[in-house]
């Protein structure tokens, strides 16, 4: 029942369904036993949370219209109300069975092995109730949908109201129940994540490998093989107790400098830096500490989160960069900044929502005293700009989305930068950042995506002029058929635009600007095996004549060998044109790189990596290699692994 129940419940809040309901027997004559939603379709006809149609079809490719919604929404609701209710009756009842044969007077025998036998009922139905935990989010959206189908509900006949109030009563239920026995209302989940790797020099010279992060694992220039081998290790803790939640982290991984993977955000001020994690100190930091609310205002939805928490708008705007490619961890993949303070999120009708936030950053440091997730503006890389850093002390902003019927979504966003402190170049203590990103599905084929923006640098309430183009265009087009994937992107970004954002990569450099670039990607499914992809960049200075200022080309393939083993090769060739990159020279980066992933199960994960580097081209002065001339090159390879537990 639990799972039958868990299939509707993503099936209504996808409104992946078109009919209202499904009809009683074992399935619809038009839903092909190989459809891949043959077995959710029959099961939830099996369970009669509806009936289909009068013809006894159940039409999977008619649209939905509300009042079938609504009639799903409420037939889903009846169905949860039925399961929890249900199963909270027999515990109670199994309960009071087992206290009075337990509990009987003197002279009395008890059949011990009957009172265990109901004991081991009362247990089972516990842990199918304690497994419906994870419902707790759907049912908060189920709530926020029944205010959105207020109307046909109460058409209906629904008295919506304690429809609400039931679901919030199921949803604290199931809470008190998260943990199990004993355990009240904390959850304490984790991950153990060991990272480990070494460098070896190639015949070239200045000195070791340099990845495609960047990073080196010597020591020094000179260091290579056993000498530079390197362990990073790391234990997160999530604690969640009802609306609460916290992240507690221990590691020797970043907060230390620039050893380890130095901190989740910085890119160019890392890059020639090693791991070294042999001198890391073990670091204590609270990732997350925040606590929610979900309720109605002035007749909107309205969710509220207040504590540590992470941020992000769009990879124009604000989103952290991955700095990490050879380790994966939610806490550092996830593209999100902390921010201390609040954040609102309002729901108008079905297609409007408006988050606002406010808040305090770079407050995330560890007991090494070093940050965690620094906001840093004005450390991408380009021709004209490359400033000392601006590091916000607070931010703040909106973002306001509308869908554009089912295919389409509009977001406008606004961000506020402000910093304790003057920056130099320019002089400013503030950064303001517009976007307006667009994206709509013209067929199950075509996607478009488009988008612009503008930061502007201030000094208090003063503009600050900078650049010669403080804007962003882009827009692109992708393609879908079969086993082939096409994306092509088209973008304009200012030398003077700047955003702490994920836009680009190429080599070890993020967030290129002064730069008209133009992108195509490209992936083919040759079997259920084997997939290949390929991809070509091409970009011209703007505010100069100096075209091809970057060029890269790519392409690998990902092998799945049996069920456990899988392998995947890539290569990548990136040309910049003299003077654009502040490591001088005309740089030219080559890697090669080979993957082994072993399945070990749903918790468990390892990962070995081999890289070879041969980099040519650096300049005078190169963050990379230190003193050497024009014309100085890196050679050289590296292995990396990482070995992660969930529990």
Do not use: C
């Not at 509009?410 to 503030?430: E, H, I, K, Q, W």
């Not at 612009?452 to 804007?471: E, I, L, P």
């Not at 290949?532 to 080309?553: E, P």
């Amino acid at each position: 029942m639990n799972k039958t129940f868990k299939y509707a419940m993503s099936v209504v809040l996808s409104a992946a369904m078109v009919t209202p309901a499904f009809a009683q027997g074992s399935n619809f004559p038009d839903v092909a036993d190989t459809h891949w939603a043959f077995e959710a379709v029959a099961r939830l006809k099996k369970e009669g949370i509806a009936t289909g149609f009068p013809d006894g079809t159940f039409k999977g490719g008619r649209m939905m219209t509300r009042y079938e919604m609504a009639s799903l929404l409420y037939a889903l609701y009846m169905n949860l109300k039925n399961v929890t209710d249900g199963l909270g009756a027999q515990i109670t009842a199994l309960e009071t069975k087992v206290n009075g044969m337990s509990n009987q007077g003197p002279g009395t025998t008890v059949d011990n092995t009957e009172v265990q036998a109901l004991r081991d009922s009362v247990s089972q139905l516990r842990k199918e109730m304690s497994s419906m935990k994870s419902w707790g989010d759907d049912i908060t959206q189920m709530k926020k949908m029944s205010s959105t189908y207020e109307k046909e509900l109460s058409t209906m006949g629904v008295d919506v109201e304690s429809m609400k109030k039931d679901l919030s009563d199921i949803n604290s239920r199931l809470k008190k129940l998260e943990g199990g026995a004993g355990a009240g209302n904390v959850k304490i989940t984790g991950d153990a994540n060991f990272f480990m790797g070494a460098g070896f020099k190639g015949s070239m010279p200045y000195g070791s490998d340099i990845n495609s992060d960047g990073r080196r694992f010597a020591g020094s220039a000179g260091g290579a093989g056993i000498d530079s081998f390197t362990v990073l290790h790391e234990l997160g803790l999530n604690i969640s107790a009802s609306n609460v939640v916290a992240d507690l982290v221990v590691t020797n991984m970043i907060g230390n400098g620039n050893t380890g993977f130095g901190d989740q955000s910085s890119t160019t001020s890392l890059n020639g830096t090693a791991y070294n994690g042999n001198t890391n100190a073990t670091n204590v930091y609270l990732h997350r500490l925040y606590a929610t609310l979900n309720d109605g205002l002035a007749g909107l939805n309205f969710d509220a989160k207040i504590g540590r928490q992470g941020l992000k708008l769009g990879s124009f705007v604000l989103q952290r960069p991955d700095t990490t490619t050879f380790f994966a961890n939610d806490r550092y993949d996830n593209g999100e900044y902390t921010m201390d303070g609040a954040s609102f999120k309002f729901a108008f009708g079905a297609n409007t929502n408006l988050n606002l936030f406010l808040g305090q950053t770079g407050n995330n440091a560890g007991t090494s005293g070093n940050f965690i997730q620094p906001i840093q503006i004005g450390e991408p890389q380009s021709a004209n700009f490359n400033p000392a850093n601006m590091m916000p002390s607070r931010v703040m902003g909106a973002d306001l989305g509308f869908k554009i019927g089912d295919k389409g979504h509009l977001g406008l966003s606004f961000v506020d930068f402000d910093s304790n402190t003057m920056a130099n170049t320019p002089t400013s203590n503030r950064l303001e950042v517009y976007g307006a990103d667009f994206n709509y599905a013209l067929s199950s084929n075509i996607g478009l995506t488009a988008g612009t923006g503008r930061s502007q640098f201030k000094a208090g309430s003063s503009t600050v002029s900078f650049g010669s183009k403080n804007t962003r265009t882009n827009f692109g087009v992708n393609w879908t058929g079969g086993a082939l994937g096409i994306d092509a992107m088209y973008s304009e970004i200012g030398d003077g635009y700047v955003a702490p954002g994920n836009w680009s990569k190429s080599a070890i450099y993020h967030n290129l600007n002064d730069l008209k670039s133009t992108s195509v990607n490209a992936h083919y499914m040759v079997s259920d095996k084997l997939s290949v992809h390929g991809g070509f960049v091409k970009g011209d200075q703007l505010s100069t004549t100096n075209k091809d200022a970057v060029k890269t080309t790519m392409f690998g393939a990902d092998y799945k060998i049996n069920s456990n083993w899988t392998l995947n090769a890539n290569y990548e060739d990136t040309k910049f044109k003299g003077g654009f990159v502040v490591d001088g020279g005309a740089p030219q980066f080559k890697f090669t790189t080979l993957g082994f992933g072993y399945d070990m199960g749903a918790n468990t994960m390892f990962k070995l990596f081999w890289q070879g580097s041969d980099i040519t081209g650096l300049g005078l002065g190169s963050s990379l290699i230190g003193s050497a001339g024009p014309g100085g090159a890196i050679k050289g390879s590296q292995i990396m692994a990482q070995f992660s537990v969930k529990f």
